[in-house]
């Protein structure tokens, strides 16, 4: 008895105390609490960059095709590539002037803007886009001033919703790119933190990905447009080589994964004339329509099957059959 006397006072102790911490917490004003939620949301972040920021395994570079600085002989070629180069540090340079940091430039009206698909966060779209183009015609002042603001400004926990493909394509493949070309380690770490922000889009019931993601909360959708609320052929299906390099560069499976199941899934389906279809819905893993196209809607699929085999040092037969089939039937 005296047992459960105790037994009984504790658990009277227990709540009344739990009533009195409740009383407290009702006493305080709706800023305080707001500060607390605050407290807490900060120490998720930054628990979340100090997973993120973990030091990725070092990887031998690849032997870049080509030569270094070097100059062709003939005196037109050089002076048509200085041509180019000249336009590139003018459109650079306007765009430092007018847009820096700003994911494009308008250079009539002579400032930044963005455009849908990259959200509506300053991700310095350009600079991303251009290191690996600047790196390779020896501008680079120009470069490291793309990787100073890289370093210091590119953050992708933004509320921002973006196009899958476009990211992928623009962002981790300019980032896995200047990485290759130089070496540094930050476009590396920044190609994977993103890649990250990338991978709730998969969450769907075929793993076909969602058009569109938001950075922050991983929500996806597709574009209102696409037929039947499907995902589109040439988005899904440029994925591939970014994603392998991803794996190849981190170690983790999870990227090739996500692409290599999208083509075992491409390659289970009907094929309506041997060719593939534009639209593709996500849920039911059926095709929104049956009209194919080698232009825009479906082009960079095809693009990138060959592409893979040829990244592979020719070794992923599979994507080259995939093509050549195509290719005959176009």
């Known amino acids: 008895r005296e047992e459960e006397e105790r037994l009984r006072n504790k658990i009277r102790a227990d709540h009344e105390k739990a009533l009195e911490e409740a009383k407290e917490k009702l006493k305080k004003s709706r800023d305080e609490i707001q500060a607390e939620i605050q407290t807490e949301k900060n120490k998720v972040v930054q628990e979340l960059k100090k997973k993120d920021s973990k030091p990725l395994p070092p990887v031998p570079l690849p032997n870049l095709i080509g030569i270094n600085s070097g100059e062709p002989a003939d005196p037109d070629i050089r002076e048509k590539r200085n041509k180019v180069k ?191 279809p534009n639209y593709l819905n996500p849920r039911t893993g059926r095709w929104g329509q049956h009209h194919t196209s080698v232009g825009g809607l479906g082009d960079s699929f095809y693009e990138y099957l060959l592409k893979a085999w040829l990244m592979s040092d020719k070794m992923d037969t599979e994507a080259r059959k995939m093509y050549d089939d195509a290719i005959e039937v176009i």
């Not at 993601?213 to 591939?240: C, D, M, P, Q, Y």
């Open 86 to 276: 000249e336009m590139m540090k003018h459109a650079w340079d306007n765009y430092r002037q007018y847009g820096w940091g700003h994911n494009e430039l308008k250079p009539i009206a002579r400032k930044g803007h963005s455009t849908n698909i990259f959200g509506n966060s300053q991700m310095g779209a350009t600079i991303v886009d251009a290191l690996d183009t600047l790196y390779i015609m020896g501008l680079h002042d120009e470069f490291r001033e793309g990787q100073e603001w890289i370093d210091k400004n590119l953050d992708f926990s933004v509320n921002s919703e973006v196009s899958v493909f476009e990211v992928n394509i623009r962002f981790i493949g300019g980032l896995l790119a200047a990485y290759y070309l130089s070496g540094q380690e930050v476009f590396k770490i920044k190609a994977v933190q993103l890649a990250g922000k990338l991978l709730p889009a998969f969450n769907t019931p075929t793993g076909i990905p969602w058009a569109m993601v938001n950075l922050k909360s991983g929500v996806g959708r597709n574009w209102g447009w696409a037929s039947a609320g499907s995902s589109i052929l040439a988005e899904f299906g440029t994925l591939h080589m970014e994603f392998v390099h991803l794996s190849y560069l981190t170690g983790d499976p999870v990227y090739y994964n996500k692409v290599m199941h999208i083509r075992k899934l491409l390659q289970k389906m009907d094929r309506p004339n041997g060719l593939y």
